[in-house]
């Protein structure tokens, strides 16, 4: 028996110098994986937190309404009416909105009228934890009207006959608005940095910049020597093919800068100047269709929340 028992811690022995080196070298390999490696691990744990994060997180989302007012360059519009012989350019007419007052604003929102006043839409999703990215989506409701009793250049055709001269635009030789309205679709890159006063708390004062492109949706309203076009009434052919109330007739481009102030808890006001550039084509007119360019400055007052 004793021989046995010498064997058996002989056998011990020579497995625990055997193997002894194996697991040291494994524990010391894993314990001393390279640096990179290590690393790369750290830095995927890390993007997917905060891509967690950002999927779960809180109010990433927001919404706001507003009020606006536009005011826009002088612009040239070229009118091509074949059947009548008309063939002219307008040159830099001068435009104005239509606003309506702070009271019929209020009643027509209320009243879910959302086409009367020049009214903005944004509702963006913020696309980093800190809330300082966002993808947006805007409409802006503006309005455009050619201003009265302007008198301007005309070149071209007019009835077949060339025309080098001027002539005062009125209600019934040339009235050219797009009233209900100039509307500006468009997707936008945002930006947010804290200005003053507690982070994401009631009292914080943002700066906001918006860069953003996307499509011009207008309804044109207008007569042209006394030609009047119609697309029937807005509750039949609505968008946004031809004939229908609203024409998708070109793109536009815009930047805008503000200040955003949270009011209380995800309540916040915002106040932005916008410049946009609109390239308006096809634009539909008695008989034929109309082209014109146009730069638009905006002011925007608008209140929002975050969900």
């Not at 314990?31 to 109010?59: E, G, L, M, T």
């Not at 209320?110 to 009214?119: G, H």
């Not at 708390?201 to 492109?213: K, T």
């Not at 030609?227 to 536009?252: A, F, L």
Request: glycine share 8%.
């Amino acid at each position: 028996m004793k021989t046995i028992s010498i064997k058996h811690s002989l056998l011990a022995a020579v497995l625990s110098v055997s193997l002894g080196p194996v697991v040291f070298a494994q524990s010391t390999a894993e314990a001393q994986a390279p640096a990179p490696a290590r690393a790369d691990s750290a830095q995927s744990k890390d993007v997917k937190a905060s891509f967690d994060r950002a999927i779960n997180a809180k109010n990433d989302w927001y919404f706001s309404w507003g009020w606006s007012r536009q005011q826009y360059a002088p612009s040239d519009i070229h009118v091509s009416q074949p059947g009548l012989g008309n063939d002219f350019t307008v040159h830099q007419a001068t435009a104005t909105d239509f606003p309506t007052s702070f009271e019929d604003t209020i009643k027509s929102t209320l009243n879910l009228e959302l086409t009367n006043p020049q009214e903005n839409i944004r509702i963006g999703k913020f696309m980093n934890p800190e809330k300082t990215f966002a993808i947006e989506f805007s409409i802006d409701h503006s309005k455009y009207n050619t201003d009265f009793n302007q008198t301007v250049p005309v070149t071209g055709t007019v009835n077949g006959v060339p025309q080098n001269g001027s002539m005062t635009l009125t209600p019934q030789n040339f009235s050219y608005a797009l009233h209900n309205g100039l509307n500006h679709l468009m997707v936008n890159a945002v930006w947010l940095k804290h200005l003053y006063g507690p982070m994401q708390q009631p009292g914080d004062l943002q700066l906001i910049s918006r860069v953003g492109a996307g499509i011009l949706l207008p309804h044109a309203d207008n007569t042209i020597f006394g030609k009047e076009n119609q697309v029937g009434p807005k509750n039949t052919n609505v968008c946004c093919g031809s004939g229908d109330w609203w024409q998708v007739n070109g793109w536009t481009a815009g930047v805008e800068v503000g200040v955003r102030y949270t009011v209380y808890k995800s309540v916040y006001l915002e106040l932005t100047q916008k410049v946009a550039y609109g390239v308006l084509r096809k634009v539909p007119v008695y008989q034929g269709h109309a082209d014109q360019t146009i730069w638009m400055s905006e002011q925007v007052l608008s209140t929002g929340f975050l969900f």
